[in-house]
């Protein structure tokens, strides 16, 4: 093995990507694949996670991946997943927490629900399932080697803005903070915890605003760098802390962002 694999590889590890059969989930189900890993990816759209990982495995990559579904919006859901996880393996090196909702309206008539909603996948499931695969993480775990948890956190947890996802935003900026207290709590039993928070990227969720090239380009005007987030950014963050590389790291909230998030309207002295 020579030093990038030793630093970057993630040969027999297993991880699971919640959300992972498109957008970032599936950027990084895709880097771990491509590092070695065997990877698990589930949604509520199970058919699309079977077809992801099909796709996955005709790579030529030294990894490998199932897809099924799974859904983390309700207690039941959470339960149904981490049992039918445990039922395919018995330990569980990575954790990557990407499944997450949004809904966007004017502040006049952002409705009641859409709080409830948005919260229960974005945090409550978040949390959870987490805490439901502790067992199979430990299993994973050790001082050399610690089992990793990755949330998908938000530049707009970060930073105050909304463009009308009141809910989604703030849920985020919840992520960031949940991550930093069990960050705190697991590092004695050997797991790191670390948060994302990206900026914009293609993704389901920002199609509205990034489904084409001419409104990708828009976005990224507005980013310092000059453009939106690639599938690469994903993979480079992906293996950095989830393989030996990163083993050293836990409560960080990394900003993939382009420079969004030191970005700011001030000016004192200089038009």
């Given at each position: 093995m020579n030093y990038f694999e030793h630093l970057f590889s993630l040969s027999g590890k297993i991880a699971l990507v919640t959300g992972g059969a498109s957008g970032i989930g599936h950027m990084a189900a895709t880097a771990m694949v491509q590092a070695g890993a065997h990877?698990?990816?589930?949604?509520?759209?199970?058919?699309?996670c079977e077809q992801a990982a099909s796709a996955l495995n005709e790579l030529d990559a030294p990894g490998s991946a199932e897809g099924f579904a799974g859904d983390v919006g309700s207690e039941s859901g959470v339960a149904d997943l981490s049992a039918?996880?445990?039922?395919r393996t018995d330990r569980l090196n990575i954790l990557f927490n990407n499944a997450g909702l949004s809904w966007?309206?004017?502040?006049?008539?952002f409705p009641y629900h859409a709080w409830a909603r948005v919260m229960n996948v974005n945090v409550a499931g978040l949390f959870h399932l987490t805490r439901e695969l502790l067992?199979?993480?430990?299993?994973a775990a050790s001082p050399a080697d610690p089992a990793r948890i990755v949330n998908l956190g938000s530049v707009m947890g970060t930073q105050p803005i909304a463009d009308g996802a009141y809910s989604y935003s703030a849920s985020k900026a919840a992520v960031h903070h949940l991550t930093r207290i069990l960050a705190h709590e697991l590092a004695g039993r050997s797991i790191t915890i670390n948060a994302f928070a990206p900026g914009p990227f293609k993704s389901r969720m920002t199609e509205f605003a990034t489904g084409s090239e001419e409104k990708a380009a828009k976005v990224g005007a507005?980013?310092?760098?000059?453009?939106?987030?690639?599938?690469?950014?994903?993979a480079g963050a992906t293996l950095y802390l989830c393989s030996r590389a990163g083993s050293y790291v836990t409560g960080a909230i990394l900003p993939i962002d382009g420079g969004q998030s030191a970005q700011h309207g001030m000016k004192l002295f200089r038009d």
């Open positions: 990877v698990m990816i589930a949604s509520r759209r199970g058919e699309e039918e996880v445990a039922r966007g309206e004017n502040i006049e008539s067992p199979l993480l430990e299993k507005r980013v310092p760098l000059g453009r939106i987030g690639t599938p690469d950014d994903i």
